[in-house]
């Protein structure tokens, strides 16, 4: 899970929990990332 909360991109993963991502699941992953960076600037401007 991705959040973006007071200003900062929050990932939440499972307990236990490890990542093995392809290299399309790491761009879209990397994609994603920019997105809730993106708001999380957004929520620390405004």
């Known amino acids: 899970m991705v959040l973006?909360?007071?200003g900062r991109v929050v990932l939440?993963?499972?307990p236990g929990a490890a990542?093995?991502?392809s290299a399309q699941?790491?761009?879209g992953l990397g994609l994603m990332l920019d997105q809730a960076a993106?708001?999380?600037q957004d929520r620390r401007a405004g």
Do not use: G
């Open 4 to 6: 973006v909360e007071d």
């Open 19 to 21: 990542a093995v991502l």
């Open 25 to 27: 699941q790491a761009r």
């Open 12 to 14: 939440v993963p499972p």
């Open 38 to 40: 993106v708001r999380a």
